[in-house]
DNA sequence: TCAACTGCTTGATACTGGTCAACGAGAACG
DNA sequence: CGTTCTCGTTGACCAGTATCAAGCAGTTGA
Protein backbone atom coordinates (compact mmCIF):
# COMPACT_ATOMS: atom_id res chain seq x y z
CA UNK A 1 0.00 0.00 0.00
CA UNK A 2 1.68 3.30 -0.79
CA UNK A 3 -0.56 5.47 -0.63
CA UNK A 4 -4.98 5.61 0.52
CA UNK A 5 -7.43 6.46 -2.09
CA UNK A 6 -10.02 7.69 -1.59
CA UNK A 7 -11.74 4.47 -1.27
CA UNK A 8 -9.49 3.29 1.37
CA UNK A 9 -9.78 6.15 3.22
CA UNK A 10 -13.42 5.71 3.39
CA UNK A 11 -13.33 1.57 3.89
CA UNK A 12 -10.93 2.18 7.23
CA UNK A 13 -13.83 4.70 8.80
CA UNK A 14 -16.59 2.19 7.85
CA UNK A 15 -14.61 -1.18 9.19
CA UNK A 16 -14.50 1.20 12.64
CA UNK A 17 -18.11 2.00 12.66
CA UNK A 18 -19.49 -1.44 12.72
CA UNK A 19 -18.46 -4.00 15.49
CA UNK A 20 -20.92 -6.08 14.83
CA UNK A 21 -24.90 -6.83 12.88
CA UNK A 22 -26.47 -4.24 14.69
CA UNK A 23 -24.35 -1.48 14.14
CA UNK A 24 -23.02 -2.21 10.75
CA UNK A 25 -23.51 0.34 8.26
CA UNK A 26 -24.34 -2.36 5.71
CA UNK A 27 -27.50 -3.57 7.36
CA UNK A 28 -29.78 -2.45 4.26
CA UNK A 29 -27.94 -4.38 1.98
CA UNK A 30 -26.70 -7.71 3.92
CA UNK A 31 -28.86 -9.90 6.20
CA UNK A 32 -30.71 -8.52 9.63
CA UNK A 33 -33.56 -6.56 8.04
CA UNK A 34 -36.43 -5.57 9.83
CA UNK A 35 -35.36 -7.27 13.13
CA UNK A 36 -35.52 -5.39 16.38
CA UNK A 37 -32.95 -5.28 18.78
CA UNK A 38 -33.50 -8.25 20.76
CA UNK A 39 -33.24 -11.02 17.72
CA UNK A 40 -30.52 -8.46 15.99
CA UNK A 41 -28.16 -9.55 18.83
CA UNK A 42 -29.24 -13.16 18.67
CA UNK A 43 -28.05 -12.86 14.86
CA UNK A 44 -24.50 -11.48 16.05
CA UNK A 45 -23.77 -13.59 18.54
CA UNK A 46 -24.04 -16.61 15.65
CA UNK A 47 -21.98 -14.41 13.05
CA UNK A 48 -17.94 -14.45 12.78
CA UNK A 49 -17.13 -11.02 12.06
CA UNK A 50 -14.40 -9.55 10.36
CA UNK A 51 -12.59 -12.59 8.91
CA UNK A 52 -9.66 -10.92 6.39
CA UNK A 53 -9.08 -12.77 3.29
CA UNK A 54 -6.04 -11.48 1.25
CA UNK A 55 -6.40 -10.40 -2.00
CA UNK A 56 -5.91 -13.69 -4.35
CA UNK A 57 -7.01 -15.90 -1.42
CA UNK A 58 -9.78 -18.42 -1.89
CA UNK A 59 -12.56 -18.34 0.47
CA UNK A 60 -13.93 -21.56 -0.19
CA UNK A 61 -13.28 -24.01 -3.33
CA UNK A 62 -15.55 -25.83 -5.63
CA UNK A 63 -16.15 -29.38 -3.72
CA UNK A 64 -14.98 -28.00 -0.07
CA UNK A 65 -18.03 -29.06 2.47
CA UNK A 66 -20.71 -26.12 2.78
CA UNK A 67 -21.09 -24.62 6.97
CA UNK A 68 -21.23 -21.20 6.03
CA UNK A 69 -22.93 -18.25 4.14
CA UNK A 70 -20.71 -15.49 3.51
CA UNK A 71 -21.69 -11.79 3.52
CA UNK A 72 -18.51 -9.52 2.48
CA UNK A 73 -17.56 -6.61 4.82
CA UNK A 74 -15.02 -4.97 3.01
CA UNK A 75 -13.44 -5.69 -0.76
CA UNK A 76 -13.94 -7.68 -3.99
CA UNK A 77 -14.78 -10.96 -4.73
CA UNK A 78 -15.06 -12.69 -7.61
CA UNK A 79 -16.91 -16.47 -8.09
CA UNK A 80 -16.42 -18.81 -11.07
CA UNK A 81 -16.87 -22.20 -11.73
CA UNK A 82 -14.57 -24.28 -13.63
CA UNK A 83 -15.69 -26.93 -16.14
CA UNK A 84 -14.21 -30.44 -16.46
CA UNK A 85 -11.81 -29.62 -19.23
CA UNK A 86 -10.70 -26.38 -16.90
CA UNK A 87 -12.13 -23.55 -18.48
CA UNK A 88 -13.32 -20.82 -15.97
CA UNK A 89 -16.65 -18.93 -16.01
CA UNK A 90 -16.72 -16.09 -13.69
CA UNK A 91 -20.21 -16.14 -12.31
CA UNK A 92 -20.27 -13.20 -10.52
CA UNK A 93 -18.31 -10.31 -8.80
CA UNK A 94 -19.42 -9.50 -5.22
CA UNK A 95 -18.92 -6.01 -3.17
CA UNK A 96 -19.65 -5.35 0.78
CA UNK A 97 -22.91 -6.42 1.65
CA UNK A 98 -23.42 -9.20 -0.71
CA UNK A 99 -24.31 -12.84 0.14
CA UNK A 100 -22.14 -15.67 -1.49
CA UNK A 101 -22.38 -19.20 -0.86
CA UNK A 102 -25.78 -19.86 -1.30
CA UNK A 103 -25.32 -21.94 -4.28
CA UNK A 104 -24.10 -24.47 -1.75
CA UNK A 105 -26.97 -25.14 -0.04
CA UNK A 106 -28.24 -27.29 -1.97
CA UNK A 107 -25.78 -29.95 -2.20
CA UNK A 108 -23.83 -29.13 1.25
CA UNK A 109 -20.92 -28.64 -1.42
CA UNK A 110 -19.80 -25.07 -2.03
CA UNK A 111 -20.26 -25.11 -6.33
CA UNK A 112 -17.81 -22.60 -7.12
CA UNK A 113 -14.49 -20.92 -6.02
CA UNK A 114 -14.76 -17.54 -4.66
CA UNK A 115 -11.75 -15.21 -4.68
CA UNK A 116 -10.90 -12.11 -3.33
CA UNK A 117 -9.98 -9.29 -6.07
CA UNK A 118 -8.06 -7.32 -3.07
CA UNK A 119 -7.93 -7.28 0.82
CA UNK A 120 -10.99 -8.10 1.95
CA UNK A 121 -12.92 -8.86 5.26
CA UNK A 122 -16.01 -11.40 4.80
CA UNK A 123 -18.63 -12.12 7.71
CA UNK A 124 -19.72 -15.79 8.70
CA UNK A 125 -22.81 -17.19 8.79
CA UNK A 126 -23.17 -20.49 10.10
CA UNK A 127 -26.09 -21.56 7.64
CA UNK A 128 -26.98 -24.63 9.98
CA UNK A 129 -27.59 -22.21 12.77
CA UNK A 130 -28.98 -19.04 10.75
CA UNK A 131 -31.54 -21.74 9.97
CA UNK A 132 -32.53 -22.26 12.94
CA UNK A 133 -32.48 -18.76 13.94
CA UNK A 134 -34.77 -18.35 11.03
CA UNK A 135 -37.45 -20.32 12.47
CA UNK A 136 -37.84 -17.99 15.26
CA UNK A 137 -37.54 -14.75 13.26
CA UNK A 138 -39.41 -15.28 10.25
CA UNK A 139 -38.20 -11.62 8.75
CA UNK A 140 -35.04 -13.49 9.14
CA UNK A 141 -36.04 -16.45 7.19
CA UNK A 142 -38.05 -14.67 4.05
CA UNK A 143 -35.12 -12.24 4.36
CA UNK A 144 -33.36 -15.37 3.21
CA UNK A 145 -35.37 -16.41 0.72
CA UNK A 146 -35.33 -12.80 -0.74
CA UNK A 147 -31.52 -13.20 -1.03
CA UNK A 148 -31.45 -16.08 -3.12
CA UNK A 149 -34.35 -14.99 -5.24
CA UNK A 150 -32.66 -11.83 -5.85
CA UNK A 151 -29.90 -14.03 -6.66
CA UNK A 152 -31.49 -16.22 -8.96
CA UNK A 153 -33.33 -13.02 -10.85
CA UNK A 154 -30.06 -11.75 -11.34
CA UNK A 155 -27.99 -14.75 -12.92
CA UNK A 156 -31.38 -14.49 -15.19
CA UNK A 157 -30.02 -10.93 -16.40
CA UNK A 158 -26.55 -12.44 -16.72
CA UNK A 159 -28.28 -15.04 -18.97
CA UNK A 160 -29.96 -12.67 -20.78
CA UNK A 161 -26.64 -10.57 -21.41
CA UNK A 162 -25.01 -14.19 -22.70
CA UNK A 163 -27.63 -15.14 -24.95
CA UNK A 164 -28.69 -11.74 -26.53
CA UNK A 165 -26.57 -9.11 -26.79
CA UNK A 166 -23.48 -7.85 -28.44
CA UNK A 167 -20.00 -7.25 -27.40
CA UNK A 168 -20.97 -3.75 -26.89
CA UNK A 169 -23.97 -3.95 -25.39
CA UNK A 170 -22.54 -6.37 -22.35
CA UNK A 171 -19.76 -4.00 -21.77
CA UNK A 172 -21.93 -1.11 -21.16
CA UNK A 173 -24.23 -3.06 -19.08
CA UNK A 174 -21.35 -4.37 -17.22
CA UNK A 175 -20.37 -0.85 -16.61
CA UNK A 176 -23.52 0.81 -15.71
CA UNK A 177 -23.86 -2.14 -13.38
CA UNK A 178 -20.42 -1.54 -11.30
CA UNK A 179 -21.08 2.35 -11.25
CA UNK A 180 -24.91 1.46 -9.66
CA UNK A 181 -23.42 -0.62 -7.22
CA UNK A 182 -20.79 1.66 -6.17
CA UNK A 183 -22.75 4.92 -6.25
CA UNK A 184 -25.38 2.42 -3.75
CA UNK A 185 -22.34 2.14 -0.81
CA UNK A 186 -21.61 5.79 -1.29
CA UNK A 187 -18.65 5.73 -3.73
CA UNK A 188 -18.49 7.60 -6.89
CA UNK A 189 -20.62 6.21 -9.60
CA UNK A 190 -18.34 8.10 -12.58
CA UNK A 191 -14.74 6.92 -10.96
CA UNK A 192 -13.75 3.84 -9.68
CA UNK A 193 -11.03 1.06 -10.21
CA UNK A 194 -11.77 -2.15 -11.45
CA UNK A 195 -10.41 -5.05 -9.59
CA UNK A 196 -10.57 -7.10 -12.02
CA UNK A 197 -8.49 -8.32 -14.77
CA UNK A 198 -9.66 -7.77 -18.37
CA UNK A 199 -9.70 -11.55 -18.76
CA UNK A 200 -11.75 -12.08 -15.16
CA UNK A 201 -14.30 -9.14 -16.91
CA UNK A 202 -13.92 -11.49 -20.25
CA UNK A 203 -14.33 -14.66 -18.57
CA UNK A 204 -17.88 -12.92 -17.25
CA UNK A 205 -19.17 -11.44 -20.51
CA UNK A 206 -18.66 -14.43 -22.23
CA UNK A 207 -15.86 -12.60 -24.25
CA UNK A 208 -12.06 -12.46 -25.11
CA UNK A 209 -9.62 -10.32 -22.99
CA UNK A 210 -8.75 -8.83 -26.80
CA UNK A 211 -12.39 -8.10 -27.80
CA UNK A 212 -12.92 -6.47 -24.04
CA UNK A 213 -9.81 -4.29 -23.90
CA UNK A 214 -10.72 -3.09 -27.71
CA UNK A 215 -14.07 -2.58 -26.77
CA UNK A 216 -12.97 -0.36 -23.93
CA UNK A 217 -10.43 1.44 -26.13
CA UNK A 218 -13.28 1.97 -28.57
CA UNK A 219 -15.79 3.41 -25.82
CA UNK A 220 -12.73 5.81 -24.68
CA UNK A 221 -12.48 6.91 -28.82
CA UNK A 222 -16.19 7.75 -28.51
CA UNK A 223 -15.84 9.89 -25.31
CA UNK A 224 -17.66 7.55 -23.42
CA UNK A 225 -15.77 6.98 -20.97
CA UNK A 226 -11.71 7.20 -19.91
CA UNK A 227 -9.50 4.12 -19.42
CA UNK A 228 -6.43 4.57 -17.52
CA UNK A 229 -5.55 0.94 -16.73
CA UNK A 230 -8.17 -0.32 -14.16
CA UNK A 231 -9.21 3.55 -13.43
CA UNK A 232 -12.55 4.26 -15.09
CA UNK A 233 -14.21 7.44 -15.69
CA UNK A 234 -17.34 7.42 -17.17
CA UNK A 235 -17.80 10.91 -19.49
CA UNK A 236 -20.89 10.09 -20.45
CA UNK A 237 -23.29 8.02 -19.00
CA UNK A 238 -26.27 8.63 -21.10
CA UNK A 239 -24.44 7.54 -24.13
CA UNK A 240 -23.11 4.29 -22.94
CA UNK A 241 -27.37 4.00 -21.77
CA UNK A 242 -28.03 4.78 -25.38
CA UNK A 243 -25.52 1.47 -26.98
CA UNK A 244 -27.74 -0.30 -24.56
CA UNK A 245 -30.88 0.63 -26.20
CA UNK A 246 -30.27 0.98 -29.67
CA UNK A 247 -27.68 -1.02 -30.78
CA UNK A 248 -29.92 -4.31 -30.34
CA UNK A 249 -30.11 -6.44 -33.14
CA UNK B 1 -55.32 -35.58 -29.87
CA UNK B 2 -55.47 -38.22 -32.62
CA UNK B 3 -53.81 -40.45 -30.87
CA UNK B 4 -52.19 -41.36 -27.69
CA UNK B 5 -48.35 -41.41 -27.65
CA UNK B 6 -46.91 -43.57 -24.87
CA UNK B 7 -46.00 -40.50 -23.00
CA UNK B 8 -49.57 -39.27 -23.09
CA UNK B 9 -50.66 -42.64 -21.70
CA UNK B 10 -47.94 -42.91 -18.80
CA UNK B 11 -49.13 -39.19 -18.14
CA UNK B 12 -52.84 -40.32 -17.12
CA UNK B 13 -51.96 -42.95 -15.34
CA UNK B 14 -49.68 -40.39 -13.46
CA UNK B 15 -52.16 -38.48 -12.94
CA UNK B 16 -54.87 -40.59 -11.87
CA UNK B 17 -52.64 -42.38 -9.14
CA UNK B 18 -51.93 -39.01 -7.15
CA UNK B 19 -54.37 -37.11 -5.65
CA UNK B 20 -52.39 -34.92 -3.51
CA UNK B 21 -48.88 -34.90 -1.90
CA UNK B 22 -48.56 -37.40 0.32
CA UNK B 23 -49.29 -39.84 -2.42
CA UNK B 24 -47.93 -37.76 -5.30
CA UNK B 25 -45.23 -39.66 -7.25
CA UNK B 26 -43.29 -36.79 -8.01
CA UNK B 27 -42.33 -36.35 -4.39
CA UNK B 28 -38.72 -37.30 -4.85
CA UNK B 29 -38.73 -34.65 -7.31
CA UNK B 30 -40.84 -31.94 -5.52
CA UNK B 31 -41.62 -30.54 -2.10
CA UNK B 32 -42.11 -32.97 0.27
CA UNK B 33 -38.79 -34.50 0.91
CA UNK B 34 -38.40 -35.64 5.01
CA UNK B 35 -41.91 -35.04 5.86
CA UNK B 36 -43.79 -37.28 8.21
CA UNK B 37 -47.47 -37.97 7.03
CA UNK B 38 -48.76 -35.68 9.49
CA UNK B 39 -46.83 -32.77 7.89
CA UNK B 40 -47.69 -34.12 4.74
CA UNK B 41 -51.19 -33.47 5.77
CA UNK B 42 -50.81 -30.17 7.02
CA UNK B 43 -48.85 -29.31 3.13
CA UNK B 44 -51.90 -31.18 1.41
CA UNK B 45 -54.12 -28.35 2.83
CA UNK B 46 -52.35 -25.77 1.37
CA UNK B 47 -51.69 -26.50 -1.88
CA UNK B 48 -54.07 -26.82 -4.42
CA UNK B 49 -53.43 -29.08 -6.87
CA UNK B 50 -54.57 -30.04 -10.40
CA UNK B 51 -55.13 -26.40 -11.79
CA UNK B 52 -54.96 -26.77 -15.68
CA UNK B 53 -53.04 -24.73 -18.11
CA UNK B 54 -53.75 -25.10 -21.83
CA UNK B 55 -50.98 -25.06 -23.88
CA UNK B 56 -49.55 -21.66 -25.01
CA UNK B 57 -51.22 -19.93 -22.11
CA UNK B 58 -48.90 -18.25 -19.68
CA UNK B 59 -49.24 -19.39 -16.04
CA UNK B 60 -47.79 -15.69 -14.53
CA UNK B 61 -46.26 -13.07 -16.87
CA UNK B 62 -43.60 -10.39 -15.93
CA UNK B 63 -45.08 -7.92 -13.60
CA UNK B 64 -48.00 -10.06 -12.23
CA UNK B 65 -47.96 -9.72 -8.19
CA UNK B 66 -46.50 -12.75 -6.51
CA UNK B 67 -49.11 -15.34 -4.83
CA UNK B 68 -47.46 -18.12 -5.44
CA UNK B 69 -44.60 -20.90 -6.02
CA UNK B 70 -46.29 -23.40 -8.49
CA UNK B 71 -45.19 -27.25 -9.38
CA UNK B 72 -45.34 -28.88 -12.69
CA UNK B 73 -47.19 -31.83 -12.47
CA UNK B 74 -48.06 -32.77 -15.89
CA UNK B 75 -46.85 -31.36 -18.95
CA UNK B 76 -43.95 -28.85 -19.93
CA UNK B 77 -43.18 -25.14 -19.33
CA UNK B 78 -41.21 -22.43 -20.26
CA UNK B 79 -39.61 -19.37 -18.48
CA UNK B 80 -38.65 -16.45 -20.19
CA UNK B 81 -37.23 -12.79 -19.77
CA UNK B 82 -37.75 -10.30 -21.89
CA UNK B 83 -35.46 -7.47 -22.19
CA UNK B 84 -36.73 -3.65 -22.61
CA UNK B 85 -36.67 -3.64 -26.34
CA UNK B 86 -38.78 -6.88 -27.06
CA UNK B 87 -36.25 -9.43 -27.49
CA UNK B 88 -36.51 -13.05 -25.33
CA UNK B 89 -34.73 -14.89 -23.05
CA UNK B 90 -35.86 -18.50 -22.55
CA UNK B 91 -34.32 -18.87 -19.10
CA UNK B 92 -35.14 -22.57 -18.46
CA UNK B 93 -37.54 -25.48 -19.36
CA UNK B 94 -39.53 -27.40 -16.91
CA UNK B 95 -40.83 -30.63 -16.29
CA UNK B 96 -42.94 -32.37 -13.70
CA UNK B 97 -42.01 -32.29 -10.00
CA UNK B 98 -40.13 -28.68 -10.76
CA UNK B 99 -40.69 -25.97 -8.96
CA UNK B 100 -41.37 -22.35 -10.81
CA UNK B 101 -41.56 -18.68 -9.52
CA UNK B 102 -38.98 -17.98 -7.49
CA UNK B 103 -37.39 -15.58 -8.97
CA UNK B 104 -40.39 -13.68 -7.84
CA UNK B 105 -39.99 -13.97 -4.17
CA UNK B 106 -37.08 -11.07 -3.75
CA UNK B 107 -39.80 -8.88 -5.01
CA UNK B 108 -43.19 -10.09 -5.16
CA UNK B 109 -43.44 -9.36 -8.62
CA UNK B 110 -42.53 -12.08 -10.97
CA UNK B 111 -39.72 -10.99 -13.16
CA UNK B 112 -40.31 -13.49 -16.00
CA UNK B 113 -43.41 -15.22 -18.13
CA UNK B 114 -44.34 -19.33 -17.70
CA UNK B 115 -45.84 -20.26 -20.66
CA UNK B 116 -47.05 -24.17 -21.17
CA UNK B 117 -45.40 -25.60 -24.17
CA UNK B 118 -47.96 -28.36 -23.53
CA UNK B 119 -51.47 -29.09 -22.09
CA UNK B 120 -50.24 -28.98 -18.70
CA UNK B 121 -51.28 -29.30 -14.79
CA UNK B 122 -49.76 -27.55 -11.95
CA UNK B 123 -50.12 -27.21 -8.06
CA UNK B 124 -50.08 -23.95 -6.56
CA UNK B 125 -48.11 -23.13 -3.37
CA UNK B 126 -49.22 -20.34 -1.58
CA UNK B 127 -45.59 -18.22 -0.73
CA UNK B 128 -47.26 -17.10 2.97
CA UNK B 129 -48.76 -20.42 3.73
CA UNK B 130 -45.54 -22.54 2.85
CA UNK B 131 -43.47 -20.00 4.78
CA UNK B 132 -45.41 -20.40 7.32
CA UNK B 133 -45.85 -24.30 7.63
CA UNK B 134 -41.84 -24.11 6.96
CA UNK B 135 -41.46 -22.02 10.31
CA UNK B 136 -42.62 -25.41 11.96
CA UNK B 137 -41.56 -28.13 9.55
CA UNK B 138 -37.69 -27.76 9.81
CA UNK B 139 -37.08 -30.17 6.64
CA UNK B 140 -39.77 -28.31 4.11
CA UNK B 141 -37.77 -24.83 5.34
CA UNK B 142 -34.79 -26.75 4.83
CA UNK B 143 -36.25 -28.21 1.27
CA UNK B 144 -37.34 -25.01 0.41
CA UNK B 145 -33.52 -23.34 0.66
CA UNK B 146 -32.21 -26.32 -1.22
CA UNK B 147 -34.70 -25.98 -4.17
CA UNK B 148 -33.82 -21.97 -4.58
CA UNK B 149 -29.68 -23.26 -4.17
CA UNK B 150 -30.63 -25.93 -6.84
CA UNK B 151 -31.39 -23.00 -9.01
CA UNK B 152 -28.92 -20.81 -9.11
CA UNK B 153 -26.87 -23.75 -9.54
CA UNK B 154 -28.12 -24.26 -12.39
CA UNK B 155 -28.18 -21.52 -13.68
CA UNK B 156 -24.40 -20.94 -13.33
CA UNK B 157 -24.56 -24.09 -15.67
CA UNK B 158 -26.21 -22.26 -18.34
CA UNK B 159 -24.21 -19.28 -17.87
CA UNK B 160 -21.13 -21.71 -18.29
CA UNK B 161 -22.91 -22.67 -21.45
CA UNK B 162 -23.71 -19.42 -22.90
CA UNK B 163 -20.39 -18.11 -21.96
CA UNK B 164 -18.17 -20.56 -22.68
CA UNK B 165 -19.32 -22.99 -25.28
CA UNK B 166 -19.75 -23.30 -29.04
CA UNK B 167 -22.85 -24.04 -30.55
CA UNK B 168 -21.94 -27.67 -31.08
CA UNK B 169 -21.15 -27.89 -27.37
CA UNK B 170 -24.50 -26.16 -26.43
CA UNK B 171 -26.81 -28.09 -28.25
CA UNK B 172 -25.08 -31.82 -26.89
CA UNK B 173 -25.43 -30.48 -23.38
CA UNK B 174 -28.50 -29.66 -24.00
CA UNK B 175 -29.85 -32.70 -25.47
CA UNK B 176 -28.65 -34.84 -22.61
CA UNK B 177 -29.68 -32.68 -19.91
CA UNK B 178 -33.07 -33.23 -21.55
CA UNK B 179 -32.44 -36.88 -21.95
CA UNK B 180 -31.25 -36.95 -18.43
CA UNK B 181 -34.43 -35.65 -16.98
CA UNK B 182 -36.85 -37.52 -18.87
CA UNK B 183 -34.95 -40.86 -17.90
CA UNK B 184 -35.43 -39.73 -14.24
CA UNK B 185 -39.31 -39.57 -14.84
CA UNK B 186 -39.51 -42.75 -16.30
CA UNK B 187 -39.33 -41.75 -19.85
CA UNK B 188 -37.19 -42.86 -22.11
CA UNK B 189 -33.95 -41.60 -22.34
CA UNK B 190 -33.20 -41.98 -25.79
CA UNK B 191 -36.21 -41.06 -27.62
CA UNK B 192 -38.41 -37.71 -26.79
CA UNK B 193 -40.47 -35.09 -28.31
CA UNK B 194 -39.11 -31.81 -27.97
CA UNK B 195 -42.12 -29.95 -26.76
CA UNK B 196 -41.00 -26.33 -27.44
CA UNK B 197 -40.19 -24.57 -31.17
CA UNK B 198 -36.39 -24.42 -32.53
CA UNK B 199 -36.76 -20.96 -31.78
CA UNK B 200 -37.00 -21.22 -28.02
CA UNK B 201 -34.00 -23.99 -27.81
CA UNK B 202 -32.02 -21.30 -29.32
CA UNK B 203 -32.86 -18.44 -27.76
CA UNK B 204 -32.23 -20.60 -24.04
CA UNK B 205 -28.94 -21.70 -25.72
CA UNK B 206 -28.46 -18.28 -27.11
CA UNK B 207 -28.44 -19.19 -30.67
CA UNK B 208 -30.47 -18.57 -33.60
CA UNK B 209 -33.15 -20.83 -34.83
CA UNK B 210 -31.01 -21.49 -38.59
CA UNK B 211 -27.98 -22.37 -36.47
CA UNK B 212 -29.87 -24.86 -34.22
CA UNK B 213 -31.57 -26.15 -37.38
CA UNK B 214 -28.43 -27.14 -39.21
CA UNK B 215 -26.50 -28.34 -35.91
CA UNK B 216 -29.12 -30.70 -35.39
CA UNK B 217 -29.17 -31.95 -38.78
CA UNK B 218 -25.53 -32.51 -38.66
CA UNK B 219 -25.66 -34.14 -35.40
CA UNK B 220 -27.97 -36.56 -37.61
CA UNK B 221 -25.82 -36.54 -40.50
CA UNK B 222 -22.95 -37.99 -38.07
CA UNK B 223 -25.21 -40.16 -37.04
CA UNK B 224 -25.30 -39.18 -33.22
CA UNK B 225 -29.01 -38.21 -33.05
CA UNK B 226 -32.10 -39.05 -35.84
CA UNK B 227 -33.77 -35.99 -35.82
CA UNK B 228 -37.98 -36.02 -37.52
CA UNK B 229 -39.49 -32.63 -36.28
CA UNK B 230 -39.48 -32.39 -33.01
CA UNK B 231 -39.06 -36.25 -32.06
CA UNK B 232 -35.47 -36.48 -31.47
CA UNK B 233 -33.66 -40.12 -30.84
CA UNK B 234 -30.59 -40.50 -29.27
CA UNK B 235 -28.46 -43.12 -31.68
CA UNK B 236 -24.94 -42.50 -30.06
CA UNK B 237 -24.91 -41.07 -26.52
CA UNK B 238 -21.31 -41.81 -25.91
CA UNK B 239 -20.70 -39.68 -29.16
CA UNK B 240 -22.45 -36.49 -28.01
CA UNK B 241 -20.58 -36.73 -24.27
CA UNK B 242 -17.86 -36.40 -26.42
CA UNK B 243 -18.71 -32.97 -28.41
CA UNK B 244 -18.92 -32.14 -24.73
CA UNK B 245 -15.15 -32.43 -23.81
CA UNK B 246 -13.29 -32.56 -26.79
CA UNK B 247 -14.75 -29.68 -28.76
CA UNK B 248 -13.53 -27.38 -26.36
CA UNK B 249 -11.26 -24.42 -27.30
C1' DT C 1 -60.06 -29.39 -50.67
C1' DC C 2 -57.43 -25.52 -50.89
C1' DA C 3 -55.33 -21.36 -48.80
C1' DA C 4 -52.79 -19.39 -45.35
C1' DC C 5 -49.74 -19.81 -41.76
C1' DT C 6 -46.22 -21.47 -38.77
C1' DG C 7 -42.26 -23.91 -38.12
C1' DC C 8 -38.24 -26.01 -40.22
C1' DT C 9 -34.40 -26.70 -43.48
C1' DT C 10 -30.82 -25.30 -46.45
C1' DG C 11 -27.84 -22.21 -49.14
C1' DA C 12 -25.14 -17.88 -49.96
C1' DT C 13 -23.03 -14.17 -47.87
C1' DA C 14 -21.68 -10.87 -44.22
C1' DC C 15 -19.78 -9.66 -40.05
C1' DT C 16 -18.69 -10.07 -35.20
C1' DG C 17 -15.64 -11.66 -32.24
C1' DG C 18 -11.88 -15.15 -31.77
C1' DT C 19 -7.08 -16.37 -32.64
C1' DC C 20 -2.33 -15.50 -33.12
C1' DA C 21 1.33 -12.47 -32.58
C1' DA C 22 4.07 -8.56 -31.30
C1' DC C 23 4.92 -5.12 -28.22
C1' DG C 24 4.57 -1.93 -24.17
C1' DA C 25 3.91 -0.71 -19.29
C1' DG C 26 3.95 -1.49 -14.68
C1' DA C 27 4.82 -4.47 -10.63
C1' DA C 28 7.59 -7.87 -8.22
C1' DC C 29 11.96 -9.61 -7.24
C1' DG C 30 16.58 -10.67 -6.81
C1' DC D 1 19.00 -1.42 -11.03
C1' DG D 2 17.94 -4.45 -14.37
C1' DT D 3 15.24 -8.86 -15.03
C1' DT D 4 11.19 -11.19 -15.24
C1' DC D 5 6.41 -11.66 -15.13
C1' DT D 6 1.77 -10.37 -15.57
C1' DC D 7 -1.45 -7.55 -17.63
C1' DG D 8 -3.04 -4.80 -21.30
C1' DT D 9 -3.16 -2.91 -26.12
C1' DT D 10 -3.24 -3.24 -30.96
C1' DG D 11 -2.99 -5.31 -35.61
C1' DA D 12 -3.81 -8.89 -39.18
C1' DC D 13 -6.31 -12.62 -40.24
C1' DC D 14 -9.76 -16.27 -39.74
C1' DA D 15 -13.71 -19.06 -38.07
C1' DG D 16 -18.09 -19.48 -36.43
C1' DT D 17 -22.43 -17.82 -36.29
C1' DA D 18 -25.82 -14.44 -37.85
C1' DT D 19 -28.35 -12.68 -41.58
C1' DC D 20 -31.01 -12.87 -45.64
C1' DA D 21 -33.56 -15.50 -48.70
C1' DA D 22 -35.99 -19.26 -50.81
C1' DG D 23 -38.57 -23.20 -50.48
C1' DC D 24 -40.84 -27.19 -48.08
C1' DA D 25 -43.88 -29.72 -44.82
C1' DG D 26 -47.39 -30.04 -41.62
C1' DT D 27 -51.37 -27.83 -39.47
C1' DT D 28 -55.40 -24.92 -39.18
C1' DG D 29 -59.32 -23.10 -40.82
C1' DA D 30 -62.52 -21.61 -44.32
New binding site residues.
Partial sequence: MTMLSPIQVRDISIRQLRQNCSTCSLRELCLPIGLNPEEMRELDSLITQGRPVKRGDGLYRAGEPFRSLFAVRVGFFKSSVISEDGREQVTGFHMSGELMGMDAISSDVHTCDAIALEDSEVCELPFAEIENLAREVPALQHHLYKVMSREIVRDHGVMLLLGNM???ERLAAFLLNLSQRFALRGYSATSFHLRM???EIGSYL??????V??I??RFQDQGLIK?Q??LIEIINHEGIKKILSTCQ?
Same sequence: chains 1, 2.
Avoid at 206 to 211: A, I, R, V, Y
Wanted: glycine share 4%; charged share 45%; net charge positive.
Fill in positions: KAETREGLKLETSRLSVNRD
